[in-house]
T-cell receptor
Framework: AQKVTQAQTEISVVEKEDVTLDCVYE???????LFWYKQPPSGELVFLIR??????QNEISGRYSWNFQKSTSSFNFTITASQVVDSAVYFC?????????????FGAGTRLFVKA | ETGVTQSPTHLIKTRGQQVTLRCSSQ?????VSWYQQALGQGPQFIFQ???????GRGNFPPRFSGLQFPNYSSELNVNALELDDSALYLC???????????????FGPGTRLTVL
């Protein structure tokens, strides 16, 4: 069963547009962690944000904002006034308990193209 | 502060061979995770090591094994290589505090493995 779903495979926007990347997750744990990572064309994954299941407070960091809603099991990511440098693949990830520890499950990713 | 490094960058093997990939964690990080990323997909969790012990494993067969050393560097070993093992292998380190949950991960650039 898919644990992290990123329904948008590719999104294309024009610079300065706002864009929201959707993430829906599935878990039976009450304690879990959610993440967003960015993978630019260079290939190296870059951490953007971490949220634990007890912290539903939304967050804004510069042009980035995140909306965590447990009621709908969603953790969406919005980029305001997008820039060409935002072009990358964005992954949502869920970390939950597994035998002997935790495991992190990534979604399939959303490829964002920002055109000048 | 040096980041996560991986070696080699690229590797070509033939079916049935064995391979060892290496990772040097970011300074001060005691946890390392390994992922397999096929082209166009999200990273798939292989396993995690915390203080030299396996601390969670994904759905990979036993021919995928690992080691973490006292200096927190680590290895991923894959025996009896199959064509489907061709992928980018990512190592990620994190400053896990106890076993309470997962922290943000810092990824290396990956090793591109091709199995012919």
């Amino acid at each position: 069963a898919q644990k992290v779903t990123q329904a948008q495979t590719e999104i294309s926007v024009v610079e300065k547009e706002d864009v929201t990347l959707d993430c829906v997750y599935e878990t039976r744990d009450t304690t879990y962690y959610l993440f967003w990572y960015k993978q630019p064309p260079s290939g190296e994954l870059v951490f953007l944000i971490r949220r634990n299941s007890f912290d539903e407070q939304n967050e804004i960091s510069g042009r980035y904002s995140w909306n965590f809603q447990k009621s709908t099991s969603s953790f969406n990511f919005t980029i305001t006034a997008s820039q060409v440098v935002d072009s990358a693949v964005y992954f949502c990830a869920l970390s939950e308990r597994s035998t002997g520890g935790f495991k992190t499950i990534f979604g399939a990713g959303t490829r964002l193209f920002v055109k000048a | 502060e040096t980041g996560v490094t991986q070696s080699p960058t690229h590797l070509i093997k033939t079916r049935g061979q064995q391979v060892t990939l290496r990772c040097s964690s970011q300074s001060g990080h005691n946890t390392v995770s390994w992922y397999q990323q096929a082209l166009g997909q999200g990273p798939q969790f292989i396993f995690q090591y915390y203080r030299e012990e396996e601390n969670g494993r994904g759905n990979f067969p036993p021919r995928f094994s690992g080691l973490q050393f006292p200096n927190y560097s680590s290895e991923l070993n894959v025996n009896a290589l199959e064509l489907d093992d061709s992928a980018l292998y990512l190592c990620a380190s994190s400053p896990k505090i106890g076993l309470a949950g997962d922290r943000e991960q810092f990824f290396g650039p990956g090793t591109r493995l091709t199995v012919l």
